[in-house]
C-alpha cells in the first residue's frame, strides 16, 4: 500500500515539475519573442509591399497599437490560415495547408466573429490557440527527455525547444505549436503504453501537418523494439543482427496504429466532396514553386545554393547573379541559401547524435520529419522554411541538451540560441521573410 502511495507520489512530483518547467520556458520565450518583435516593427516598420502578401487585412484588423502589438504573431503564412478559417479552400494554392489549425480557429473564433469584425476574432483565436499549444509541447519534450536523459537534461531541452532560433512561429499563427503538441503528445503517450492516446494524437498530428502521417514510423518502432513502460525491457542484450528482432510480439494494440492516416483521409475525403479533387494538397505544391526531387535530393539542391550563395556574397555584387533568378534582393536571397544550409548542417550533427544516443524511435522520427522536407524543395530557395521545420523535431534538441550539459555549455548554447530567436522575430515581425 504504502509502494503504491510513494509511486503515485513521484508520478505527480515528476509532472509537476514537468508542468512548471514548460509554463515558466513558454512564457518566458514568449516574452523575448514579443519584446524583439515590438522593437524589429518600431525600428524597421514595415516592408512597403506587405500589402500584397495580405490584400484583405487579415493581419492588421485593429489599426494603431492593436496592429503593432499582434505584429509578432500575424505574418506570412499566417494570412492563409487566417483565410481559411474565414472563407475555407475556395482557393487551390489554399489546400497545401491542413485543415484542423484554421477549423480550430475557425471554432474558437466563431462567437466574437458573430458580434465583431471576424478577422479581429480569428486572428485572436489564432494566437489563443498557439499560446495553449505551446506549454503542452514543451511538457511532453520534458517528459520524454526525463524518461531517456533524466530530468536536469529534460529542463534543457526544454529550454532550447522554446527558444529555438525559428521559435518565433510556436506564438505565431503558424501550426508549429499545435504540432509540437499533437506530436510530442503522440510519442509520450506511445512510451507509456496508451496506444489508444497515441494513435488518436497521431491522427490529429496527420489532419495538422503532412509530416504527422509519419509518426506511423516511430509508434510502430516503440511498440515493436521499446522502451515501453507497459512492457518490461528485455532480459538480456542482444547483439549484431539479433538486434533487428523486436523486442516485443505484435498484438491488438498495435492495430491502433492504423487510426493515425484517419487525419490525412479525412482531408482528402472533404476535399472530394467540396472541391472535387482530393489529390488537391499535392498538386498545390507546384503553386508553392515545391517538387519531388527524389529522397533527400533537396539536401543536394541546397548545398549547391549555399555555395552560389557564398559566391555572391564574396562578390558583393547585385548586378551579376550566382544562381537561378529569385525574387528580392540576390544578396538577401543568398543569406537565406547560406543560413538555411548552416541549419541543415547542424541538424544532420544531431540527427546522427539522436540515432546513437537515443531509442531507435526517436532518431526515426527526427528523419522522418526531416526527409520529407528535403525531399521536395523550393526552386528559387531549396531549403526554405527548413530552421522553422526543425523547430518541431524535438529529438534533435534532446540530444542536443545531452551534448551541451555534457560539456557544460549549456547556458551557452541557450544564450545563443535565445540571440537568434530575438533576431529572427523582430525581422518576423517587420514583414522581413526569415522562415
Known amino acids: 500500500m504504502r509502494e503504491g502511495a510513494r509511486a503515485v507520489g513521484r508520478r505527480d512530483e515528476v509532472r509537476g515539475v514537468a508542468l512548471r518547467e514548460a509554463w515558466r520556458a513558454a512564457w518566458l520565450s514568449r516574452a523575448l519573442v514579443w519584446a524583439a518583435g515590438l522593437a524589429g516593427v518600431l525600428a524597421l516598420g514595415r516592408v512597403a509591399s506587405w500589402r500584397s502578401f495580405d490584400p484583405a487585412g487579415l493581419t492588421a484588423p485593429f489599426a494603431g497599437l492593436g496592429d503593432l502589438l499582434v505584429a509578432p504573431a ?19 494554392a489554399r489546400t497545401a495547408f491542413f485543415p484542423l489549425y484554421p477549423l480550430l480557429i475557425r471554432v ?13 476574432a480569428y486572428l485572436l483565436a489564432g494566437v489563443a490557440i498557439s499560446l495553449a499549444a505551446l506549454p503542452a509541447g514543451l511538457y511532453a519534450v520534458h517528459r520524454l527527455t ?29 501550426t508549429e505549436s499545435l504540432f509540437l503538441a499533437l506530436s510530442a503528445g503522440a510519442m509520450l503517450a506511445g512510451r507509456q503504453g496508451r496506444w489508444r492516446w497515441a494513435s488518436a494524437l497521431g491522427a490529429l498530428a496527420a489532419a495538422t501537418r503532412s509530416t504527422g502521417l509519419l509518426l506511423v514510423v516511430p509508434l510502430a518502432l516503440l511498440y515493436l523494439y521499446g522502451p515501453r513502460a507497459d512492457r518490461p525491457p528485455p532480459s538480456s542484450l542482444r547483439r549484431g543482427l539479433a538486434r533487428l528482432r523486436p523486442r516485443h510480439r505484435a498484438g491488438a494494440e498495435l492495430a491502433w496504429l492504423a487510426l493515425i ?15 472535387g479533387d482530393p489529390f488537391a494538397p499535392f498538386s498545390a505544391q507546384a503553386a508553392w514553386y515545391r517538387h519531388f526531387a527524389g529522397p533527400l535530393g533537396g539536401a543536394w539542391d541546397g548545398a549547391v545554393a549555399a555555395w552560389d550563395g557564398m559566391r555572391q556574397l564574396a562578390s558583393g555584387s547585385r548586378a551579376h547573379v550566382y544562381f537561378a533568378a529569385a525574387g528580392g534582393d540576390p ?34 522520427w527526427a528523419l522522418c520529419a526531416v526527409a520529407l522536407p528535403l525531399s521536395y524543395p523550393v526552386g528559387p530557395e531549396p531549403l526554405a522554411s527548413l530552421p522553422r521545420y526543425l523547430a518541431v523535431v524535438f529529438p534533435l534538441q534532446m540530444w542536443l541538451a545531452a551534448w551541451a550539459r555534457e560539456r557544460r555549455v549549456d547556458r551557452l548554447a541557450l544564450g545563443a540560441s535565445a540571440a537568434l530567436l530575438a533576431l529572427l522575430s523582430a525581422a518576423f515581425a517587420a514583414w522581413q521573410w526569415v522562415a
Not at 74 to 92: F, M, P
Not at 147 to 174: D, H, N
Not at 343 to 358: D, E, T
Open 74 to 92: 500575424a505574418r506570412w503564412d499566417s494570412t492563409w490560415y487566417l483565410a481559411i478559417a474565414s472563407g475555407g479552400y475556395h482557393d487551390a
Open 108 to 120: 474558437v473564433g466563431a462567437p466574437a466573429a458573430a458580434v465583431g469584425d471576424p478577422r479581429a
Open 146 to 174: 526525463a524518461l531517456e536523459l533524466g530530468p536536469e537534461t529534460a529542463r534543457t531541452a526544454t529550454w532550447l525547444v522554446a527558444l529555438f532560433p525559428a521559435g518565433f512561429a510556436f506564438s505565431a499563427i503558424y
Open 261 to 275: 492516416p484517419v487525419g490525412l483521409l479525412a482531408y482528402l475525403g472533404y476535399l472530394a466532396l467540396a472541391t
Open 331 to 364: 544578396i538577401r536571397v543568398a543569406l537565406h541559401n547560406v543560413g538555411d544550409f548552416v541549419f541543415l548542417a547542424a541538424a544532420a550533427a544531431a540527427l546522427v547524435g539522436a540515432w546513437r544516443r537515443l531509442p531507435a524511435a526517436y532518431g526515426a
